[in-house]
């Protein structure tokens, strides 16, 4: 319960006072971290990219930073490949270098019970993945907008014989699409043979958003064709 929103009204709240303990001995949380809680998980579910300069790293090559009572954890396995590799076989004094570096990340989980009390775990792999990502459906709204038909890489996921769809994954970035039975240009697809085509790489032409219903009838250029999600 946020005891401030009921207490706070006419007179502040003491800052930094713990509001009690749950059974387990997990402490709630303060007014300070819960803010700094909400922030991150804000930008979790926005899948912002934060900047992030850390103040610690440990001999296993893990970042970390504390604001106000909330450990922020940038792990090795999440640093990019160009940054771990810059860090392969520095010592811990060599590696502090990189806690002068402004470090793009984007959140990847939030803990907030235990004993060493609340934990944001960032990621650099997840902030480059979703800057890719923007990229490629900036591309892909473009090609929609101009009637670019140049055909691009896609992985099929899923055959649905039922609604005559494949579902595919653009570029393999994530990115889902579909395609239409009848603007397929391999073999027919039937029963015998459908399952054969989950994990193949076809290409296609991005040709509208099917989240709001979008369809071109005048493709005369576009070979596969490929509706995006409207995630744009």
Not at 42 to 55: C, R, T
Not at 162 to 176: F, Q
């Amino acid at each position: 319960m946020d005891y401030a929103k009921i207490f706070a009204q006419n007179l502040p709240m003491e800052q930094g006072v713990i509001e009690k303990s749950d059974k387990n001995g997990n402490k709630a949380l303060t007014s300070e971290q819960r803010r700094v809680v909400r922030r991150y998980s804000d930008a979790l579910s926005k899948n912002y990219i934060l900047n992030e300069v850390f103040s610690e790293i440990s001999p296993k090559k893990n970042l970390k930073k504390n604001i106000d009572g909330v450990t922020i954890i940038l792990s090795r396995q999440e640093l990019s490949d160009d940054l771990r590799n810059e860090l392969e076989g520095k010592t811990k004094v060599e590696a502090s270098v990189i806690l002068e570096k402004n470090i793009s990340v984007a959140v990847m989980g939030i803990q907030t019970k235990g004993p060493a009390g609340p934990i944001i775990y960032v990621s650099q792999k997840k902030a480059e993945k979703i800057r890719k990502n923007r990229e490629v459906l900036n591309a892909l709204e473009g090609m929609i907008r101009e009637r670019d038909f140049t055909r691009i890489p896609a992985r099929i996921t899923y055959v649905n014989l039922e609604k005559r769809i494949l579902n595919i994954d653009i570029g393999d970035y994530g990115i889902p699409g579909l395609i239409r039975f009848e603007g397929w240009e391999g073999d027919e697809i039937t029963e015998d043979n459908f399952k054969e085509l989950v994990g193949t790489v076809c290409h296609v032409s991005a040709v509208g958003r099917y989240g709001n219903g979008i369809e071109d009838k005048q493709l005369a250029g576009a070979h596969m064709r490929a509706w995006i999600e409207d995630i744009l």
